[in-house]
């Protein structure tokens, strides 16, 4: 079975910097998009930014110039280099992928990130 482990997260002050990686392993056959959401507390879980296979980056307008997505197909990987950081960026961020197979969707187990002074 596919398997995301995250890295990267912690603890960061407002205006800082701060890089994630999410490698996928296990029996992939194809990864179609890979993606980073994140739900802050009291929040709804939303899309911090996707990247496809045929390298077409997205991202939430909240993060749109601060925060840069990056995706190594040959390791399986999805980075998201965080800059600029605000408090209202803490929350926890998952990492996601679309499979074109079974099981289709496997998510990470969440890294915290925290921006505070």
């Known amino acids: 079975q596919v398997q995301l482990v995250e890295s990267g997260g912690g603890l960061v002050q407002p205006g800082g910097s701060l890089n994630l990686s999410c490698a996928a392993s296990?029996?992939?056959?194809?990864?179609?998009?890979m993606g980073w959401y994140r739900q802050a507390p009291e929040k709804e879980r939303e899309l911090v930014a996707t990247?496809?296979?045929?390298?077409?980056?997205n991202y939430a307008d909240s993060v749109r110039g601060r925060f840069t997505i990056s995706r190594d197909n040959a390791k399986n990987t999805v980075y998201l280099q965080m800059s600029s950081l605000r408090p209202e960026d803490t929350a926890v961020y998952y990492c996601?992928?679309?499979?074109?197979?079974?099981?289709?969707?496997?998510w990470g187990q969440g890294t915290q990130v925290t921006v505070s002074s």
């Open positions: 990247f496809t296979s045929g390298g077409i980056p």
């Open positions: 996601n992928a679309e499979l074109s197979r079974w099981p289709f969707r496997v």
């Open positions: 296990g029996r992939i056959f194809r990864i179609n998009v």
